[in-house]
């Protein structure tokens, strides 16, 4: 058996797979709320508990973190989960932790076309390095260096990188922004879930559009991030301006992780956020901003530009991993 797992900040999942003849069967998976749990190590011992797991042979595990001597401090977590203590809760010593994004980039590898969404369709096909970046409760970004023959999946914490603004508009929102943030501005800040209502409320106090009668109504909503995205389908004036923002932020540092990656076997986009705001990166928008580095732009326009539809890349990759590196 292999327990393969995919750890945020607002969800884990854990997945367990029997390999027989060089398949992987899924045999149970299931997800839990983090924030509900103390530790990693609380989940595992209820998965294992509630689901009778047994006999595990190895585990992989992608967590929104960096990994540093096998141990892992979770970015939007107060978790530390380390590799030697899961050697011991799961009676392996068959352990390996990977950073989400790494997991999601190997897992790119096992899926099939219909999968994704090509929305630089004119791309040329070239086998090269690729970029994986993804959005969700926070930014993660990796790249599949290509050696010739295989693809090895690197981690990066480049979420966190310095946010650098395309235009007027947002030369004021970086301006805006240092007033909460007086330190550091990471693209991660915008280029997140929190980051579409942010971006919001930017508009807002600027006075880019009246708020509509319909925010105002679900204004007390949990989750305001999607409740701007589904104003903006409904043509919401300041939604649209905020998705558009969005998507260009975003863009542009796809853009700059393809460049710093030379990622000429192409980008994929992966993470929670992209498939409900599939109308708005298939616009042109976000390859407009991707492609906008100047002598290079022919380059990027080159590139495929492909949004991951499948939620479960992640412990795809994991369990992957864990066949390609332990067998």
């Known amino acids: 058996m292999i327990l393969a797992g995919d750890i945020g ?3 884990t999942n854990l997945a ?10 899924l045999q149970t998976q299931h997800q839990f709320v983090s924030q509900n ?27 929104a973190g960096p990994i540093i001597n096998g141990i892992c401090k979770t970015t ?9 203590e899961l050697q011991k809760v799961c009676s392996t010593s068959k352990v390996r932790l990977l950073n989400d994004l790494e997991a999601t980039a190997y897992g790119m590898l096992y899926l099939n076309e219909d999968e994704f969404v090509d929305i630089n369709p004119s791309a040329q096909k070239t086998q090269g390095n690729k970029a994986v970046i993804a959005a969700g409760t926070g930014l993660g970004e990796a790249i599949l260096f290509y050696d010739g023959q295989n693809y090895h999946p690197i981690g990066s914490e480049g979420g966190h990188c310095d946010f650098a603004p395309l235009n007027s ?30 971006i919001y409320e930017f508009l807002k106090e600027r006075n880019f559009k009246e708020e509509s009668e319909m925010m105002i109504e679900i ?51 992966g993470g929670g956020i992209a498939p409900k705001i599939l109308p708005f990166l298939s616009d042109g928008t976000f390859l ?40």
Not at 76 to 83: F, G, H, T, Y
Not at 176 to 197: A, D
């Open 9 to 11: 900040g607002t969800k």
């Open 219 to 269: 204004s007390k909503a949990n989750d305001k991030n999607a409740m701007v995205t589904q104003c903006a389908l409904k043509n919401d004036p300041l939604c649209l301006e905020t998705m558009k923002v969005f998507v260009e932020i975003y863009g542009a540092e796809a853009g700059n992780l393809a460049l710093k990656s030379l990622s000429l076997g192409g980008v994929y986009i």
């Open 76 to 84: 939007n977590l107060p978790w530390v989960i380390d590799s030697k």
């Open 16 to 25: 367990l797979y029997k390999y027989n003849d060089g398949a992987l069967e």
């Open 37 to 63: 749990y103390q530790s990693f190590t609380d989940v595992i011992q209820e998965f294992i508990s509630s689901y009778s797991v047994k006999d595990i042979e190895a585990v992989c595990l992608g967590i």
């Open 169 to 198: 508009l947002q030369d004021e929102l970086l301006v805006w922004m240092r007033k909460r943030h007086p330190e550091h501005i990471s693209v991660e800040r915008l280029v997140s879930g929190i980051g579409i209502y942010t």
């Open 288 to 327: 407009k901003a991707f492609a906008a580095k100047g002598r290079f732009k022919e380059t990027l326009m080159n590139m495929q530009v492909k949004i991951s539809l499948n939620q479960d890349t992640a412990l795809l990759g994991a369990v992957h991993f864990a066949v390609d590196k332990f067998r």
